[in-house]
């Protein structure tokens, strides 16, 4: 079966992560990609690419998997975020604690790096091919298909310094945060809310206006923009005989919603299966199920703080050197995070719907996404 082309729905990192394993071992890969360019959704997104859930470095991590890293990226081992009453917090790492990187179909993104190695390899590429049955071997990277989360806001330039800024403040981003990330002159602006979707219009200009206050944030040719991030720990990541990668599957930190990684490794280990004949789901159950079920549980922890919790939170890291090192253990699989999980699942489930959202005449990221979804 070794000549017979193995399919992929979707050019995503997912994708085109396994996309690169495929072909470095000589298999004809075709990857079908709905848009007609890569990275579509996100546009010129800056993004985290993190840095703790492993000691080794993630650039490390990923040239282990044969997935090159040439793409621009910033090292961010400094930064700030803010608490609700204004008080800023001082994030330092000695090793970076992120890659900002940008996302989208421009020359020095991740994923035009991702579809350079793949083209590179002999992958044929079919842009604005939507994907609706498969015939032979495949594998599923078509991204979300529900909105646990959703990030709203803006895509500006600026002359800024580079750097990276957050709040943590339920009247900004509700259950979540606020975020500031700028990179060469670009930069972006979002509320990364977990509940309150209908109102996301308000904490938008809510997060716009504190970073204003906070930062001197400046915003010039600001264009609008948002996504949603699904995530859940799946039973099987199988759909019938294929493998579902990324965050089709669900793979995402479900904590903050850090999803390259997981997806591009993901994509690597659906990839090996194929050419091992292994089983997919005892891989990734193996590397990302116990960091998946750790960042459920702190999710879960995450959503009863509220603004007083996020504050303690943050004084508490205040009087420690090293923000990766503090988040590696957060991460980490442990004792009381095992004993929590159960309890963590049955408290957070994949939503699926906004209780705040009525879905009558609704134009916000949910809504506008799932007419997207059943396109
Ligand atoms: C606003 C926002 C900010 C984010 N910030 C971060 C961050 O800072 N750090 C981080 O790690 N993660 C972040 N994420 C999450 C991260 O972007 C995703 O987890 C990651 O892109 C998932 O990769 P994927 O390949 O699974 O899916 P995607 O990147 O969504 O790729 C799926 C691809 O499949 C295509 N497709 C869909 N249906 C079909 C079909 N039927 N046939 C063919 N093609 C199809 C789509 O067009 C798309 O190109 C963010 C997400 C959002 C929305």
Redesign the pocket.
């Known amino acids: 079966m070794s000549d017979t082309a193995i399919e992929i729905?979707?050019?995503?990192?997912?994708?085109l992560a396994a996309a690169i394993t495929l072909a470095r071992a000589g298999r004809p890969v075709i990857v079908?990609?709905?848009?007609a360019e890569?990275g579509?959704?996100?546009k010129r997104?800056l993004?985290?690419?993190?840095n703790w859930t492993t000691r080794q470095d993630a650039l490390a991590v990923l040239r282990e998997l044969g997935v090159a890293t040439d793409f621009k990226r910033l090292p961010c081992r400094q930064g700030t975020v803010f608490d609700a009453w204004g008080k800023a917090y001082a994030i330092y790492s000695h090793e970076p604690l992120f890659y900002m990187v940008e996302?989208g179909p421009g020359p020095d993104t991740l994923d035009t790096a991702l579809l350079r190695q793949a083209i590179g390899l002999g992958v044929e590429v079919r842009f604005n091919?939507?994907?609706q049955q498969v015939h032979g071997p495949a594998i599923f990277?078509?991204?979300?298909k529900a909105a646990d989360v959703i990030?709203v806001g803006y895509h500006f330039d600026t002359h800024m310094a580079d750097g990276f800024w957050a709040i943590c403040d339920d009247d900004l981003a509700p259950k979540g945060y606020a975020y500031l990330l700028v990179m060469g002159g670009k930069g972006t602006v979002?509320s990364c809310m977990f509940t309150g979707f209908k109102q996301e219009a308000r904490y938008v200009q809510r997060t716009v206006e504190a970073f204003a206050r906070l930062v001197g944030l400046e915003m010039i040719d600001p264009r609008p923009h948002?996504?949603?991030?699904n995530f859940r720990i799946p039973v099987t990541a199988r759909s019938g005989a294929h493998a579902v990668?990324?965050?089709?599957a669900g793979f995402?930190d479900t904590l903050w919603?850090?999803?390259?990684?997981a997806?591009m490794t993901s994509g690597v280990l659906a990839a090996c299966s194929l050419l091992e004949g292994s089983d997919y789901d005892r891989l990734w159950r193996q590397e990302l199920g116990a960091l998946m079920a750790a960042a459920m549980v702190n999710r879960a922890l995450y959503g009863l703080l509220g603004n007083r919790g996020y504050r303690w939170l943050l004084h508490q890291q205040e009087n420690r050197s090293d923000a990766r090192e503090l988040l590696h253990r957060y991460y980490c699989p442990s004792l009381v995070r095992r004993l929590l999980a159960p309890l963590a699942r049955r408290r957070f489930r994949s939503q699926r719907k906004d209780e705040s959202c009525n879905h009558v005449d609704c134009s916000c990221v949910w809504c506008r996404h799932g007419r997207e979804w059943h396109a």
């Not at 990277?141 to 979300?144: I, L, S, Y």
């Not at 948002?226 to 991030?229: D, F, I, K, P, T």
Request: aromatic share 6%; no cysteine; hydrophobic share 35%.
């Open positions: 729905a979707g050019a995503g990192p997912a994708g079908h990609e709905a848009q890569v579509y959704r996100f997104d993004q985290g690419l993190e996302r091919s939507r994907v990277a078509t991204g979300p990030a979002k948002g996504g949603v991030g990668v990324g965050e089709q995402q919603g850090f999803g390259m990684r997806a």
